[in-house]
Protein backbone atom coordinates (compact mmCIF):
# COMPACT_ATOMS: atom_id res chain seq x y z
CA UNK A 1 0.00 0.00 0.00
CA UNK A 2 1.97 3.01 -1.46
CA UNK A 3 0.97 6.22 1.01
CA UNK A 4 2.87 9.73 1.20
CA UNK A 5 5.78 9.14 3.46
CA UNK A 6 8.32 12.05 4.15
CA UNK A 7 12.25 11.14 2.68
CA UNK A 8 12.75 11.11 6.79
CA UNK A 9 10.89 8.13 7.07
CA UNK A 10 11.96 5.94 4.77
CA UNK A 11 15.40 6.67 4.37
CA UNK A 12 18.78 5.55 6.37
CA UNK A 13 20.35 8.21 8.45
CA UNK A 14 23.90 8.06 7.82
CA UNK A 15 25.90 9.95 10.42
CA UNK A 16 29.40 11.32 9.20
CA UNK A 17 31.97 12.33 11.79
CA UNK A 18 33.94 14.43 9.35
CA UNK A 19 37.51 14.33 11.03
CA UNK A 20 37.60 10.86 10.82
CA UNK A 21 36.14 9.90 7.59
CA UNK A 22 38.40 11.07 4.87
CA UNK A 23 40.95 13.21 4.97
CA UNK A 24 41.88 15.32 1.64
CA UNK A 25 44.89 17.58 3.14
CA UNK A 26 47.25 15.38 4.25
CA UNK A 27 46.92 17.16 7.57
CA UNK A 28 45.61 14.09 9.82
CA UNK A 29 42.24 15.30 9.83
CA UNK A 30 39.23 14.77 7.67
CA UNK A 31 37.68 17.58 5.92
CA UNK A 32 34.56 18.09 3.30
CA UNK A 33 36.83 17.16 -0.11
CA UNK A 34 37.52 13.87 1.59
CA UNK A 35 33.73 13.49 2.20
CA UNK A 36 33.41 14.73 -1.78
CA UNK A 37 35.91 12.02 -2.77
CA UNK A 38 33.76 9.40 -1.15
CA UNK A 39 30.37 10.39 -2.18
CA UNK A 40 29.53 7.52 -4.30
CA UNK A 41 30.22 5.02 -1.70
CA UNK A 42 27.53 6.89 0.48
CA UNK A 43 25.32 6.20 -2.48
CA UNK A 44 26.61 1.82 -2.73
CA UNK A 45 24.99 1.99 1.27
CA UNK A 46 21.89 3.03 -0.10
CA UNK A 47 21.27 5.26 2.73
CA UNK A 48 18.97 8.72 1.92
CA UNK A 49 20.59 11.24 4.27
CA UNK A 50 23.85 12.05 5.53
CA UNK A 51 23.97 13.73 8.95
CA UNK A 52 27.41 15.84 9.10
CA UNK A 53 28.34 16.13 12.66
CA UNK A 54 29.79 19.96 13.44
CA UNK A 55 31.71 21.55 10.42
CA UNK A 56 31.73 24.82 11.86
CA UNK A 57 34.87 27.54 12.97
CA UNK A 58 36.10 26.14 16.44
CA UNK A 59 39.01 25.85 18.53
CA UNK A 60 37.80 21.77 19.07
CA UNK A 61 37.81 21.37 22.60
CA UNK A 62 35.23 19.58 22.02
CA UNK A 63 35.79 18.87 18.53
CA UNK A 64 33.48 21.28 16.86
CA UNK A 65 30.56 21.17 19.27
CA UNK A 66 32.31 24.13 20.62
CA UNK A 67 31.16 26.25 17.77
CA UNK A 68 32.99 30.01 16.89
CA UNK A 69 30.85 31.01 14.40
CA UNK A 70 27.58 29.09 13.38
CA UNK A 71 27.34 30.40 9.78
CA UNK A 72 31.03 29.42 7.89
CA UNK A 73 32.89 27.16 7.88
CA UNK A 74 36.23 25.34 9.92
CA UNK A 75 39.15 25.88 7.48
CA UNK A 76 40.31 22.52 9.03
CA UNK A 77 37.17 21.47 7.12
CA UNK A 78 37.21 23.22 3.82
CA UNK A 79 35.49 26.65 2.50
CA UNK A 80 32.05 27.06 2.15
CA UNK A 81 32.58 26.64 -1.84
CA UNK A 82 33.68 23.04 -0.56
CA UNK A 83 30.20 22.90 1.50
CA UNK A 84 27.68 23.87 -1.77
CA UNK A 85 29.70 21.56 -4.04
CA UNK A 86 29.26 18.51 -1.14
CA UNK A 87 25.26 19.82 -1.29
CA UNK A 88 25.38 19.51 -4.71
CA UNK A 89 26.73 16.56 -5.10
CA UNK A 90 24.55 14.70 -2.03
CA UNK A 91 21.65 15.88 -4.29
CA UNK A 92 22.40 15.13 -7.29
CA UNK A 93 22.29 11.19 -6.03
CA UNK A 94 19.24 11.60 -4.40
CA UNK A 95 20.68 11.90 -1.04
CA UNK A 96 19.89 14.57 1.84
CA UNK A 97 21.95 16.32 4.38
CA UNK A 98 21.48 16.93 7.86
CA UNK A 99 23.85 19.64 9.63
CA UNK A 100 24.74 19.57 13.14
CA UNK A 101 22.54 22.53 14.76
CA UNK A 102 24.34 23.04 18.31
CA UNK A 103 22.35 25.69 19.95
CA UNK A 104 22.88 25.46 24.11
CA UNK A 105 26.49 26.68 23.92
CA UNK A 106 29.12 28.29 21.86
CA UNK A 107 32.77 28.62 21.94
CA UNK A 108 34.17 30.99 24.14
CA UNK A 109 35.52 32.03 21.17
CA UNK A 110 32.43 33.04 19.77
CA UNK A 111 31.77 36.83 19.41
CA UNK A 112 28.77 36.64 21.16
CA UNK A 113 30.63 35.12 23.97
CA UNK A 114 34.17 38.19 23.90
CA UNK A 115 31.54 40.52 24.25
CA UNK A 116 29.48 39.03 26.72
CA UNK A 117 32.43 38.61 29.26
CA UNK A 118 33.55 42.39 28.26
CA UNK A 119 31.67 43.40 31.47
CA UNK A 120 28.60 43.11 33.07
CA UNK A 121 26.86 46.40 30.70
CA UNK A 122 27.18 45.47 27.12
CA UNK A 123 24.62 44.47 24.10
CA UNK A 124 25.38 40.90 24.85
CA UNK A 125 26.13 40.56 28.55
CA UNK A 126 22.96 39.09 29.03
CA UNK A 127 23.56 36.36 26.21
CA UNK A 128 24.75 33.60 28.37
CA UNK A 129 24.18 32.03 32.04
CA UNK A 130 25.99 34.70 34.47
CA UNK A 131 25.99 34.17 38.20
CA UNK A 132 27.79 36.03 41.12
CA UNK A 133 29.23 34.33 43.41
CA UNK A 134 27.42 32.64 46.42
CA UNK A 135 26.75 35.13 49.16
CA UNK A 136 30.12 33.33 50.96
CA UNK A 137 31.65 33.33 48.17
CA UNK A 138 32.51 30.18 45.64
CA UNK A 139 29.94 28.47 42.96
CA UNK A 140 26.81 29.66 42.78
CA UNK A 141 24.85 26.48 42.92
CA UNK A 142 25.80 22.42 43.15
CA UNK A 143 25.22 21.94 39.24
CA UNK A 144 27.28 19.90 37.15
CA UNK A 145 29.18 19.40 34.19
CA UNK A 146 28.67 16.48 31.88
CA UNK A 147 32.62 16.88 31.54
CA UNK A 148 32.99 16.34 35.03
CA UNK A 149 33.63 19.12 37.83
CA UNK A 150 31.23 22.14 38.81
CA UNK A 151 29.68 23.57 35.35
CA UNK A 152 30.46 27.14 36.48
CA UNK A 153 33.50 28.97 36.29
CA UNK A 154 34.99 32.47 37.16
CA UNK A 155 35.44 34.70 34.61
CA UNK A 156 37.96 37.43 36.27
CA UNK A 157 37.03 40.36 34.29
CA UNK A 158 33.13 40.40 34.82
CA UNK A 159 33.74 38.64 38.49
CA UNK A 160 31.12 36.31 37.97
CA UNK A 161 30.85 32.61 37.00
CA UNK A 162 29.59 31.53 33.76
CA UNK A 163 27.63 28.04 33.11
CA UNK A 164 28.70 25.37 31.14
CA UNK A 165 27.28 21.84 31.27
CA UNK A 166 30.14 20.37 29.44
CA UNK A 167 33.66 22.23 28.77
CA UNK A 168 34.55 25.02 29.94
CA UNK A 169 34.79 26.42 26.76
CA UNK A 170 31.22 25.62 25.83
CA UNK A 171 29.50 28.84 28.06
CA UNK A 172 25.49 28.26 27.58
CA UNK A 173 23.59 30.66 25.96
CA UNK A 174 20.41 32.08 27.88
CA UNK A 175 18.03 31.20 26.04
CA UNK A 176 15.30 32.82 27.95
CA UNK A 177 16.53 36.35 26.46
CA UNK A 178 14.35 36.37 23.21
CA UNK A 179 17.35 38.07 21.69
CA UNK A 180 19.25 34.90 21.68
CA UNK A 181 16.55 32.62 20.55
CA UNK A 182 16.36 34.89 17.27
CA UNK A 183 19.38 34.54 16.71
CA UNK A 184 19.39 31.09 16.70
CA UNK A 185 16.75 30.86 14.85
CA UNK A 186 18.57 33.61 12.17
CA UNK A 187 21.41 30.24 11.92
CA UNK A 188 18.89 27.93 10.76
CA UNK A 189 17.60 30.49 8.38
CA UNK A 190 21.30 30.89 7.16
CA UNK A 191 21.46 26.95 6.55
CA UNK A 192 18.30 26.25 5.19
CA UNK A 193 18.85 29.09 2.70
CA UNK A 194 21.83 26.92 1.68
CA UNK A 195 20.15 24.30 0.98
CA UNK A 196 20.36 22.12 3.70
CA UNK A 197 17.41 19.08 4.34
CA UNK A 198 17.51 19.33 7.82
CA UNK A 199 18.94 19.55 11.12
CA UNK A 200 20.29 17.23 13.94
CA UNK A 201 19.98 19.71 17.06
CA UNK A 202 22.48 18.92 19.57
CA UNK A 203 21.18 18.31 23.50
CA UNK A 204 17.71 20.35 22.37
CA UNK A 205 16.23 19.41 25.67
CA UNK A 206 18.88 21.23 27.71
CA UNK A 207 18.10 24.47 26.35
CA UNK A 208 16.44 26.34 29.55
CA UNK A 209 17.35 25.72 33.09
CA UNK A 210 15.70 26.48 36.23
CA UNK A 211 15.40 30.45 35.88
CA UNK A 212 15.50 30.37 40.30
CA UNK A 213 19.02 28.24 39.92
CA UNK A 214 18.24 25.76 43.00
CA UNK A 215 20.21 23.22 43.92
CA UNK A 216 19.60 19.79 42.52
CA UNK A 217 18.94 16.96 44.78
CA UNK A 218 21.23 14.14 45.32
CA UNK A 219 20.59 11.20 43.09
CA UNK A 220 19.99 7.99 45.37
CA UNK A 221 20.41 5.33 43.32
CA UNK A 222 24.17 6.99 42.33
CA UNK A 223 26.45 4.04 41.91
CA UNK A 224 29.94 6.41 43.15
CA UNK A 225 31.38 6.32 39.96
CA UNK A 226 30.62 9.47 37.47
CA UNK A 227 29.78 12.33 39.36
CA UNK A 228 27.93 13.53 37.33
CA UNK A 229 25.40 11.20 37.94
CA UNK A 230 25.69 12.00 41.62
CA UNK A 231 22.75 14.47 40.90
CA UNK A 232 18.87 14.48 39.72
CA UNK A 233 18.94 16.80 37.13
CA UNK A 234 15.82 18.47 37.88
CA UNK A 235 16.67 22.09 36.96
CA UNK A 236 19.35 21.87 34.27
CA UNK A 237 17.61 20.01 31.85
CA UNK A 238 13.99 18.69 30.44
CA UNK A 239 12.27 21.92 31.99
CA UNK A 240 8.67 21.87 30.64
CA UNK A 241 9.43 25.95 28.73
CA UNK A 242 11.68 24.26 26.47
CA UNK A 243 9.02 22.43 24.45
CA UNK A 244 7.66 26.35 23.31
CA UNK A 245 11.48 26.76 21.66
CA UNK A 246 11.02 23.91 19.85
CA UNK A 247 7.35 24.90 18.67
CA UNK A 248 9.58 27.88 16.98
CA UNK A 249 12.05 26.09 15.67
CA UNK A 250 9.34 23.35 14.07
CA UNK A 251 7.12 26.54 12.63
CA UNK A 252 10.59 27.48 11.05
CA UNK A 253 10.95 24.34 9.29
CA UNK A 254 7.47 24.05 8.17
CA UNK A 255 7.41 27.34 6.62
CA UNK A 256 10.23 25.54 4.23
CA UNK A 257 9.58 22.47 2.00
CA UNK A 258 10.40 19.17 3.31
CA UNK A 259 13.01 20.20 6.00
CA UNK A 260 13.13 18.15 9.20
CA UNK A 261 15.08 18.20 12.53
CA UNK A 262 16.21 15.05 14.97
CA UNK A 263 16.54 16.07 18.25
CA UNK A 264 19.32 14.69 21.26
CA UNK A 265 17.05 13.97 23.96
CA UNK A 266 18.41 11.03 26.18
CA UNK A 267 15.05 10.31 28.17
CA UNK A 268 12.92 7.71 29.51
CA UNK A 269 9.86 7.38 26.88
CA UNK A 270 7.32 9.14 28.95
CA UNK A 271 9.17 12.75 28.54
CA UNK A 272 10.84 11.88 25.28
CA UNK A 273 7.65 11.31 23.74
CA UNK A 274 6.99 14.72 24.61
CA UNK A 275 9.48 15.93 22.06
CA UNK A 276 7.42 15.27 18.99
CA UNK A 277 4.75 17.51 20.32
CA UNK A 278 1.42 17.50 19.28
CA UNK A 279 -0.51 17.41 16.44
CA UNK A 280 -1.60 21.31 16.42
CA UNK A 281 1.98 22.24 18.17
CA UNK A 282 4.62 19.81 16.54
CA UNK A 283 7.95 19.62 17.55
CA UNK A 284 10.81 17.23 16.38
CA UNK A 285 10.44 15.02 13.26
CA UNK A 286 12.03 12.74 15.52
CA UNK A 287 13.41 12.86 19.07
CA UNK A 288 15.99 10.23 18.68
CA UNK A 289 15.27 7.03 20.43
CA UNK A 290 18.75 6.10 21.87
CA UNK A 291 17.23 2.97 24.09
CA UNK A 292 18.62 -0.05 22.98
CA UNK A 293 22.41 1.60 23.17
CA UNK A 294 21.89 0.86 26.74
CA UNK A 295 19.71 -2.48 26.85
CA UNK A 296 20.96 -5.39 28.00
CA UNK A 297 22.05 -7.16 24.45
CA UNK A 298 19.62 -10.22 25.15
CA UNK A 299 16.32 -10.91 23.26
CA UNK A 300 13.85 -10.39 25.62
CA UNK A 301 15.21 -7.61 26.91
CA UNK A 302 14.82 -5.78 23.55
CA UNK A 303 11.85 -7.35 22.68
CA UNK A 304 10.37 -5.31 25.62
CA UNK A 305 12.45 -2.18 24.86
CA UNK A 306 10.81 -1.81 21.50
CA UNK A 307 7.72 -3.30 22.23
CA UNK A 308 7.19 -0.89 25.20
CA UNK A 309 8.18 2.35 22.62
CA UNK A 310 5.56 1.67 20.18
CA UNK A 311 3.25 1.53 22.58
CA UNK A 312 4.30 4.78 23.91
CA UNK A 313 4.37 6.68 20.87
CA UNK A 314 1.67 9.49 20.28
CA UNK A 315 -0.44 9.12 17.65
CA UNK A 316 0.86 10.15 13.82
CA UNK A 317 4.29 9.89 15.71
CA UNK A 318 7.22 8.19 13.26
CA UNK A 319 9.69 5.82 14.89
CA UNK A 320 13.76 5.93 14.70
CA UNK A 321 16.01 3.66 16.03
CA UNK A 322 20.21 4.24 16.63
CA UNK A 323 22.63 1.61 17.93
CA UNK A 324 25.42 4.22 17.57
CA UNK A 325 27.31 7.59 17.37
CA UNK A 326 30.10 9.73 18.13
CA UNK A 327 29.52 9.63 21.82
CA UNK A 328 28.62 5.44 22.87
CA UNK A 329 31.27 3.02 22.73
CA UNK A 330 31.10 1.11 18.72
CA UNK A 331 27.84 -1.06 17.93
CA UNK A 332 30.71 -4.30 17.18
CA UNK A 333 32.27 -4.14 20.44
CA UNK A 334 29.38 -3.62 22.51
CA UNK A 335 27.86 -6.69 21.38
CA UNK A 336 30.63 -8.58 19.91
CA UNK A 337 31.80 -9.08 16.26
CA UNK A 338 29.52 -12.32 16.28
CA UNK A 339 26.65 -10.07 17.07
CA UNK A 340 26.86 -7.06 14.88
CA UNK A 341 25.04 -8.75 12.34
CA UNK A 342 21.79 -9.58 14.33
CA UNK A 343 22.24 -6.32 15.70
CA UNK A 344 22.40 -4.49 12.08
CA UNK A 345 19.32 -6.71 10.94
CA UNK A 346 17.14 -5.52 13.84
CA UNK A 347 18.27 -1.54 13.24
CA UNK A 348 17.69 -1.92 9.90
CA UNK A 349 14.08 -3.83 9.73
CA UNK A 350 12.06 -2.29 12.96
CA UNK A 351 9.63 0.02 11.99
CA UNK A 352 11.06 3.64 12.01
CA UNK A 353 13.87 5.49 10.81
CA UNK A 354 17.05 3.90 11.58
CA UNK A 355 20.43 6.37 11.99
CA UNK A 356 24.04 4.54 11.45
CA UNK A 357 27.05 5.51 12.47
CA UNK A 358 30.46 5.34 9.85
CA UNK A 359 32.05 2.58 10.16
CA UNK A 360 29.60 0.26 11.87
CA UNK A 361 28.78 -1.13 8.32
CA UNK A 362 32.10 -2.56 8.21
CA UNK A 363 32.32 -3.83 11.58
CA UNK A 364 34.37 -0.77 13.40
CA UNK A 365 35.19 -1.54 16.93
CA UNK A 366 36.56 0.76 19.67
CA UNK A 367 39.81 1.38 19.36
CA UNK A 368 41.91 1.12 22.56
CA UNK A 369 44.19 4.64 22.94
CA UNK A 370 46.98 5.13 25.72
CA UNK A 371 46.32 8.05 27.58
CA UNK A 372 48.77 9.97 25.18
CA UNK A 373 46.87 9.63 21.98
CA UNK A 374 43.77 11.07 24.41
CA UNK A 375 41.81 13.65 22.30
CA UNK A 376 38.50 14.25 24.46
CA UNK A 377 37.99 16.33 27.34
CA UNK A 378 35.61 13.59 28.88
CA UNK A 379 38.75 11.00 29.08
CA UNK A 380 40.67 13.97 30.44
CA UNK A 381 39.24 15.47 32.78
CA UNK A 382 38.16 12.41 33.85
CA UNK A 383 41.17 9.70 33.60
CA UNK A 384 40.03 7.14 36.54
CA UNK A 385 36.89 6.42 34.61
CA UNK A 386 38.18 7.39 30.92
CA UNK A 387 37.85 3.36 30.05
CA UNK A 388 34.17 3.57 30.36
CA UNK A 389 33.27 7.35 29.73
CA UNK A 390 36.00 8.83 26.94
CA UNK A 391 34.92 8.82 23.57
CA UNK A 392 38.02 8.37 21.41
CA UNK A 393 37.52 4.98 21.26
CA UNK A 394 34.40 5.05 19.12
CA UNK A 395 35.91 8.30 16.98
CA UNK A 396 38.71 6.45 14.95
CA UNK A 397 39.22 7.16 11.15
CA UNK A 398 37.91 5.03 8.86
CA UNK A 399 39.15 2.08 6.99
CA UNK A 400 38.91 2.11 3.19
CA UNK A 401 42.03 -0.12 2.82
CA UNK A 402 44.62 -1.83 3.74
CA UNK A 403 47.53 0.75 3.05
CA UNK A 404 49.43 2.28 6.06
CA UNK A 405 46.83 4.63 6.85
CA UNK A 406 43.99 2.70 6.05
CA UNK A 407 43.31 4.80 3.16
CA UNK A 408 41.65 7.98 5.16
CA UNK A 409 44.91 10.06 4.72
CA UNK A 410 47.88 9.42 2.44
CA UNK A 411 51.02 7.16 3.77
CA UNK A 412 53.45 9.08 6.10
CA UNK A 413 50.63 11.66 7.60
CA UNK A 414 49.85 11.02 10.97
CA UNK A 415 46.04 11.09 11.59
CA UNK A 416 44.35 12.97 14.53
CA UNK A 417 43.63 9.60 16.12
CA UNK A 418 45.65 6.39 15.55
CA UNK A 419 44.07 4.27 12.71
CA UNK A 420 42.96 0.56 14.29
CA UNK A 421 45.32 -2.03 13.92
CA UNK A 422 43.01 -4.74 12.40
CA UNK A 423 42.15 -2.11 9.35
CA UNK A 424 44.42 -4.83 7.30
CA UNK A 425 41.44 -7.05 6.77
CA UNK A 426 38.24 -4.88 8.01
CA UNK A 427 38.45 -2.14 5.54
CA UNK A 428 35.81 -0.96 2.78
CA UNK A 429 37.77 -2.26 -0.12
CA UNK A 430 38.41 -5.88 0.88
CA UNK A 431 34.92 -6.17 2.52
CA UNK A 432 33.50 -5.05 -0.52
CA UNK A 433 35.31 -7.67 -2.58
CA UNK A 434 33.90 -10.78 -0.27
CA UNK A 435 30.31 -11.53 -0.46
CA UNK A 436 29.59 -12.91 2.84
CA UNK A 437 31.47 -9.56 4.57
CA UNK A 438 29.17 -7.71 7.30
CA UNK A 439 29.76 -4.83 4.17
CA UNK A 440 28.18 -6.90 1.62
CA UNK A 441 25.08 -8.30 4.29
CA UNK A 442 24.48 -4.24 5.16
CA UNK A 443 24.48 -3.57 1.25
CA UNK A 444 21.88 -6.45 0.59
CA UNK A 445 19.81 -5.62 3.50
CA UNK A 446 19.81 -1.72 2.55
CA UNK A 447 19.17 -2.62 -0.86
CA UNK A 448 16.14 -4.68 0.39
CA UNK A 449 14.96 -1.63 2.59
CA UNK A 450 14.85 0.29 -0.08
CA UNK A 451 12.29 -1.64 -2.62
CA UNK A 452 10.28 -3.60 0.17
CA UNK A 453 7.61 -1.13 1.67
CA UNK A 454 6.71 -3.74 4.43
CA UNK A 455 10.58 -2.85 5.65
CA UNK A 456 10.36 0.85 5.25
CA UNK A 457 7.17 1.97 6.35
CA UNK A 458 5.26 -1.16 7.19
CA UNK A 459 3.24 -2.57 10.56
CA UNK A 460 4.93 -3.82 13.03
CA UNK A 461 4.14 -6.49 15.93
CA UNK A 462 6.28 -8.84 17.82
CA UNK A 463 5.40 -12.76 18.21
CA UNK A 464 6.10 -14.84 20.64
CA UNK A 465 9.02 -17.24 19.52
CA UNK A 466 8.46 -19.92 22.13
CA UNK A 467 12.72 -19.67 23.15
CA UNK A 468 14.26 -16.76 25.31
CA UNK A 469 16.68 -16.29 22.72
CA UNK A 470 14.65 -15.43 19.50
CA UNK A 471 13.09 -11.72 19.03
CA UNK A 472 10.67 -12.32 16.08
CA UNK A 473 8.13 -10.02 14.50
CA UNK A 474 6.81 -9.14 11.87
CA UNK A 475 6.77 -6.18 8.89
CA UNK A 476 3.57 -5.62 6.76
CA UNK A 477 2.49 -3.61 4.24
CA UNK A 478 -0.49 -4.06 2.27
CA UNK A 479 -0.76 -7.46 0.82
CA UNK A 480 3.20 -8.37 2.06
CA UNK A 481 4.35 -9.37 5.24
CA UNK A 482 8.18 -10.30 6.76
CA UNK A 483 9.15 -12.42 9.08
CA UNK A 484 12.59 -11.51 11.21
CA UNK A 485 13.89 -13.61 13.52
CA UNK A 486 17.08 -12.81 15.43
CA UNK A 487 18.76 -15.16 18.00
CA UNK A 488 20.62 -13.44 20.35
CA UNK A 489 22.42 -16.60 21.07
CA UNK A 490 26.19 -18.22 20.71
CA UNK A 491 24.25 -21.26 19.73
CA UNK A 492 21.63 -22.98 17.63
CA UNK A 493 18.02 -22.37 18.41
CA UNK A 494 14.99 -23.69 17.34
CA UNK A 495 12.18 -21.27 17.41
CA UNK A 496 8.27 -22.19 17.74
CA UNK A 497 6.01 -20.02 15.91
CA UNK A 498 2.75 -21.77 16.65
CA UNK A 499 1.00 -19.36 14.48
CA UNK A 500 2.47 -20.40 11.21
CA UNK A 501 2.38 -24.15 12.04
CA UNK A 502 2.47 -26.16 8.63
CA UNK A 503 3.48 -22.91 6.51
CA UNK A 504 6.55 -22.18 4.30
CA UNK A 505 8.23 -18.97 4.07
CA UNK A 506 10.86 -17.91 1.75
CA UNK A 507 13.95 -17.03 2.52
CA UNK A 508 14.99 -13.65 1.89
CA UNK A 509 18.36 -12.95 3.38
CA UNK A 510 20.63 -14.38 6.53
CA UNK A 511 23.26 -13.32 8.61
CA UNK A 512 24.94 -16.47 7.06
CA UNK A 513 25.18 -17.97 3.79
CA UNK A 514 24.50 -21.33 2.72
CA UNK A 515 20.79 -21.90 3.75
CA UNK A 516 18.13 -23.38 1.66
CA UNK A 517 15.55 -20.72 0.05
CA UNK A 518 12.42 -22.30 1.97
CA UNK A 519 12.08 -22.05 4.98
CA UNK A 520 9.52 -24.27 7.28
CA UNK A 521 8.00 -22.28 9.72
CA UNK A 522 7.06 -25.04 11.99
CA UNK A 523 10.75 -26.57 11.86
CA UNK A 524 12.49 -23.02 11.93
CA UNK A 525 15.98 -23.80 12.98
CA UNK A 526 18.49 -20.92 13.66
CA UNK A 527 22.03 -20.90 14.07
CA UNK A 528 24.09 -19.71 16.70
CA UNK A 529 24.11 -15.16 16.09
CA UNK A 530 21.66 -15.80 13.54
CA UNK A 531 18.85 -13.49 12.17
CA UNK A 532 16.63 -14.16 9.16
CA UNK A 533 14.47 -12.32 7.37
CA UNK A 534 11.51 -14.44 5.30
CA UNK A 535 8.59 -13.51 3.30
CA UNK A 536 5.40 -15.21 4.09
CA UNK A 537 2.85 -16.43 2.29
CA UNK A 538 -0.06 -14.23 3.26
CA UNK A 539 -0.27 -10.24 4.90
CA UNK A 540 -0.45 -10.77 8.77
CA UNK A 541 -3.99 -8.69 9.77
CA UNK A 542 -2.62 -8.58 13.42
CA UNK A 543 0.31 -6.17 12.79
CA UNK A 544 -0.38 -2.69 13.62
CA UNK A 545 -0.94 -0.36 11.23
CA UNK A 546 0.09 3.66 12.43
CA UNK A 547 -0.34 6.72 9.70
CA UNK A 548 2.11 8.65 8.92
CA UNK A 549 2.11 12.17 10.48
C1 LIG B 1 26.21 16.05 22.50
C2 LIG B 1 27.21 15.69 21.46
O1 LIG B 1 26.78 14.55 20.78
C3 LIG B 1 28.53 15.50 22.16
O2 LIG B 1 29.51 14.97 21.31
C4 LIG B 1 28.95 16.83 22.73
O3 LIG B 1 30.14 16.67 23.48
C5 LIG B 1 27.86 17.43 23.62
N1 LIG B 1 26.55 17.29 23.07
C6 LIG B 1 28.10 18.89 23.84
O4 LIG B 1 27.82 19.59 22.66
Redesign the pocket.
Known amino acids: MSRAYAWWQREIIYQIYPRSFQDSNGDGVGDLRGILSRVDYLTSLNVGAIWL?PIYPSPMH??G??VADYCAIDPRFGTMADFNELLVEIHRRGMRLIV?L?P??TSDEHPWFVESRRDGDNAKSDWYIWRDPAPGGGLPNNWLS??GGPAWTFDERRGQYYMH???RQ?PELNHRNPEVFEALLEVMRFWLDRGVDGFRV??ISLLLKDPLFRDEPPNPAWDGVRQYASLRHIHTGNLPEVHGLIRRMRALLDSRDARMMVG?VYLPNAELMRFYGGPEAPECHLPFNFQLISTPWQAGEVRAKVDAYEAALPPGAWPNWVLG???QHRLATRVGLAQARVATMLLLTLRGTPTCYYGDEIGLRDVALPPECWR???AINQPQIAHLLG?DPERTPMQWDSSANAGFAAAGVLPWLPVAGDHRTVNVAAESADPQSILSFFRALTALRRTEPALSVGAYRSIDAGTDDVFAYLRSDGGRCLLVALNFADEQTKPVLPEWLGRRGELVLSTRNGRSPTVGLDRLELAANEGILVRLPVADAGTRRRLSP
Open positions: SDFYDDVNHHFQFAQDVENHDDPVR
